[in-house]
Antibody, heavy 116, light 108 residues
Framework: QVQLQESGPGLVKPSETLSLTCTVS????????WTWIRQPPGKGLEWIGY???????NYNASLKSRVTISVDTSKNQFSLKLSSVTPADTAVYYC??????????WGQGTMVTVSS | DIQMTQSPSSVSASVGDRVTITCRAS??????LAWYQQKPGKAPKLLIY???SLQSGVPSRFSGSGSGTDFTLTISSLQPEDFATYYC??????????FGGGTKVEIK
C-alpha cells in the first residue's frame, strides 16, 4: 500500500526558503510523476509542480521563479523548495502521485505558516 | 492557463437526494478531467478520472460524465459521509494542471 508523508518546518520567516520533503513508502519512486500541491486556509487547491524520477521537472508559471523540486531515488523521497516566501505562501502543502492526469495518492498534508 | 469553473459553489441537500455538480473548462480538454472529494482537515480523495472512470474503491453512487468543456459529477443518493467539498481538475494542458474553485455539499 503506497503511502506519502510530508515533513519539514511548520513555521518559516518571510523572505526565507520553505523546504519540505515527501517520503514515499510501499512503491518505488522510480516511476510516475511526483507532485506538490498547496491549499491556503479556507481556499482551493493550487498545483505547484512535479518531478519525474529522472529528475525532469515542470512548475506552475506563477511560482516558477521561486520553486525547485528535486528527487532522491536512493531515499525514495522528493523535495520542495520555495524561496523568498511571504505570508501569501501560508498553506497546507500536499505531496501526491500523478497517474494518467489525476492524483491518486496523497500525503496527509503539512501546514506551513509564513510569519516573523 | 485553462480556467475551471465549478457551479454551484455550495449546495444544501438531504440524505437520499440526487446531487449534480458542474465543471466548465475555458477550452476543450477532451476527457482529461478528474473529480476529488475533500473533508475538513483531510487530503483530497480521487473519485473519478478521465471524466467518467470510477477510481477503485469509490462507491458506485458517484458518477462522472462529459467531454470537451462541460462535465458533471453526480451523486445518485447522498449519504451522510458524502458531505464534503468537491473539486474538479483538468490535465489536458499537462503539466499545467488547474483545479476548479470547489463545491461544498452541505446538510439541508
Amino acid at each position: 500500500q503506497v503511502q506519502l508523508q510530508e515533513s519539514g518546518p511548520g513555521l518559516v520567516k518571510p523572505s526565507e526558503t520553505l523546504s519540505l520533503t515527501c517520503t514515499v513508502s510501499g512503491d518505488s519512486i522510480s516511476s510516475y510523476y511526483w507532485t506538490w500541491i498547496r491549499q491556503p486556509p479556507g481556499k482551493g487547491l493550487e498545483w505547484i509542480g512535479y518531478v519525474y524520477y529522472s529528475g525532469s521537472t515542470n512548475y506552475n508559471a506563477s511560482l516558477k521563479s521561486r520553486v525547485t523540486i528535486s528527487v532522491d531515488t536512493s531515499k525514495n523521497q522528493f523535495s520542495l523548495k520555495l524561496s523568498s516566501v511571504t505570508p501569501a505562501d501560508t498553506a497546507v502543502y500536499y505531496c501526491a502521485r500523478e497517474v494518467g492526469g489525476a492524483f491518486d495518492m496523497w500525503g496527509q498534508g503539512t501546514m506551513v505558516t509564513v510569519s516573523s | 492557463d485553462i480556467q475551471m469553473t465549478q457551479s454551484p459553489s455550495s449546495v444544501s441537500a438531504s440524505v437520499g437526494d440526487r446531487v449534480t455538480i458542474t465543471c466548465r473548462a475555458s477550452q476543450d480538454i477532451n476527457i482529461w478531467l478528474a473529480w476529488y472529494q475533500q473533508k475538513p482537515g483531510k487530503a483530497p480523495k480521487l473519485l473519478i478520472y478521465a471524466a467518467s472512470s470510477l477510481q477503485s474503491g469509490v462507491p458506485s453512487r458517484f458518477s462522472g460524465s462529459g467531454s470537451g468543456t462541460d462535465f458533471t459529477l453526480t451523486i445518485s443518493s447522498l449519504q451522510p459521509e458524502d458531505f464534503a467539498t468537491y473539486y474538479c481538475q483538468q490535465a489536458n494542458s499537462f503539466p499545467r494542471i488547474t483545479f476548479g474553485g470547489g463545491t461544498k455539499v452541505e446538510i439541508k
